[in-house]
């Protein structure tokens, strides 16, 4: 466990074959608190939101099991942004996000996790950057009416890799309901200064993502996923040490990818394994 701190477990961790109750269920055996649910860019995961069965299903295995589902990591805003050029691919990243409030409501989601990306497979311009403020203003209109809390993420693109560039859009909008929820892979993999990143997003962070990373340099392009924990450029004593010190009280999140070549359990044991480790030795500090 990490002191106090509630610890979730991102559903990527676990094969895609498993039922909502398996879900929950491991990952209250495993030691987690709570699931983190992904809605990414294959159509089989953004069917969910529109799919009143699946909402039922979660519900069932929450009161099952007592594992909620606190937040939900949106990336299907990577396919369809709300910057691009297209008007149909536009319209369906509204339809995403309002979707996406509408399940947060339904199956007891607090936080919704946003991907910082005004495009991702189109070239990024004034016009793509300011469509995306557009869609992010809505949004946050959307919520505020749903009292669901949208976060953005700290990204692995130049568009939104630090905390000082999310409150760029933060400043404009000036909603409550927008948040932030640093990658502490992402942050490091950049080269930012963690420590001035995490204290200047500390007021509006709402929960923190666990995640080794490799650092991008000028001859590479850094490496943000599938990288195992130790194995990375995150020193998690230092960014538990400067949280604990400031104060930080919410939840972390751990990122990890279910690999078919290991063992399930035994890849998530050891990830989690390793994280406790490096929260023991800085709160020991």
């Known amino acids: 466990m990490l002191g106090e701190h509630a610890f979730g477990l991102y559903e990527k961790a676990l094969a895609v074959n498993h039922s909502w109750e398996q879900r929950l269920e491991k990952a209250r055996k495993l030691g987690y608190d709570y699931l983190e649910i992904c809605i990414d860019e294959k159509d089989e995961r953004i069917e969910r939101l529109w799919e009143a069965k699946k909402e ?19 990336s299907a805003h990577r396919r369809f942004p709300f910057g691009s050029q297209d008007k149909k691919t536009r319209k369906t990243a509204y339809d995403i996000i309002q979707r996406a409030i ?27 950057r300011n469509a995306f403020l557009e869609g992010l203003r809505w949004s946050c209109k959307r919520a505020e009416r749903a009292q669901v809390m949208l976060s953005m993420e700290i990204m ?47 007021p509006k962070t709402v929960a923190i993502h666990l995640k080794d990373t ?19 450029c995150v020193d998690f004593v230092y960014c538990f040490k400067i949280l604990e010190e400031m104060g930080y009280v919410g939840p972390y999140m751990q990122e990890i990818w279910f690999d078919e070549m290991y063992d399930e359990d035994t890849q998530i044991k050891t990830a989690k394994s390793y994280i406790e480790q490096c929260f023991e030795e800085a709160v020991g500090q």
């Open 56 to 74: 039922m299903e979660i519900r069932d295995a929450i009161r099952q099991t007592g594992v909620p589902v606190r937040s939900m990591c949106l």
């Open 156 to 202: 692995d693109t130049e568009f939104m890799n630090s905390i000082s560039k999310f409150y760029t859009y933060s400043n404009l909008i000036s909603s409550p309901w927008l948040t932030v929820y640093p990658d502490l892979g992402n942050l490091t993999a950049w080269g930012n200064d963690v420590y001035k990143e995490l204290k200047l997003g500390l």
């Open 214 to 232: 490799l650092r991008v340099t000028e001859d590479f392009p850094g490496k943000f996923k599938c990288v195992p924990f130790g194995a990375g």
């Open 102 to 128: 509408d399940f947060s409501v339904n199956t007891g989601v607090r936080v919704i996790q946003l991907a910082g990306y005004d495009v991702y497979y189109e070239q990024s311009s004034e016009q793509t």
